[in-house]
């Protein structure tokens, strides 16, 4: 996943029945990312649907069909298959093709570094077909410039399919770790309760951070995690990436 997207809250660990419609919202990134979303707000499972489908991409020339069959995409990313599971992904592809962003990213003397048309915006999908369970869909070519200067988060697929239940904030921690190389990282509560779309209470987030941390220190994917103050006195999860 490119990290701007990585960083973002473009993903949350959003409960369906909570979900927004947004329209030219600003989400939360880094201060050099300037990300604006038209569309429904958009869960982990669905961010699984967007990798899964970028994975099948890299099969194709840029901006040709690309072809798969449904029940071996559901089961690609750790799912039934089913009338049920097979609704459900074409409802996630909908919301997928019907997503769109633009975005600016500035070096820190305020160059531009990348940046998308804001008159044509960018479609997480660009369009798809479906037919006797094949699904062809297509991928904005314009996706190419996210990945350049190997500015990608590598998620560990088998990792991601070990999650226990109800764990979406910690597959959302799990795109934000593998973001950056540094061993040790630290991101304020503040940040990350906006990036995460928690609308709760704080004392409420930090017992969730900590679950969610507990369960990345289960998979192996970091270690130590925990909430402490800064220096400064803000409060932050910290970890060590493995």
């Known amino acids: 996943m490119p990290n701007h997207i990585a960083r973002s809250s473009l993903f949350a660990p959003v409960a369906p029945g909570r979900k927004k419609i947004y329209k030219d919202k600003v989400l939360v990134s880094r201060s050099d990312?300037?990300?604006?979303?038209?569309?429904?707000?958009?869960?982990?499972?669905?961010?699984?649907?967007?990798?899964?489908?970028?994975?099948?991409?890299?099969?194709?020339?840029?901006?040709?069909?690309?072809?798969?069959k449904r029940a071996a995409f559901l089961r690609a990313i750790g799912r039934h298959t089913g009338n049920y599971e097979y609704k459900w992904l074409h409802r996630a592809l909908l919301a997928l093709s019907f997503a769109m962003i633009v975005i600016e990213v500035r070096t820190r003397d305020g160059k531009l570094k990348l940046g998308i048309d804001p008159t044509r915006a960018l479609h997480l999908i660009d369009k798809f077909d479906f037919e006797d369970g094949t699904y062809a869909i297509r991928i904005d070519p314009r996706w190419h410039a996210m990945?350049?200067?190997?500015?990608?988060?590598?998620?560990?697929?088998?990792?991601?399919?070990?999650?226990?239940?109800?764990?979406?904030?910690?597959?959302?921690?799990?795109?934000?770790?593998?973001?950056?190389?540094?061993?040790?990282?630290?991101?304020?509560?503040?940040?990350?309760?906006?990036?995460?779309?928690y609308t709760g209470r704080k004392t409420d987030f930090e017992d969730a951070i900590s679950r969610a941390m507990n369960e990345l220190v289960r998979l192996e994917i970091i270690r130590d995690g925990r909430i402490e103050v800064s220096s400064k006195g803000r409060t932050q999860a910290v970890w060590t990436k493995l």
Do not use: C
């Open 147 to 197: 990945y350049s200067n190997s500015e990608f988060a590598m998620v560990d697929w088998n990792k991601r399919l070990q999650f226990g239940l109800h764990q979406d904030m910690a597959k959302a921690l799990q795109r934000l770790v593998a973001t950056s190389s540094d061993p040790e990282q630290r991101n304020a509560l503040d940040w990350l309760k906006s990036k995460l779309e």
């Open 33 to 68: 990312a300037i990300i604006k979303f038209w569309g429904e707000q958009l869960d982990e499972s669905q961010a699984d649907v967007w990798m899964q489908a970028m994975y099948e991409a890299r099969k194709y020339p840029l901006g040709e069909r690309i072809i798969f």
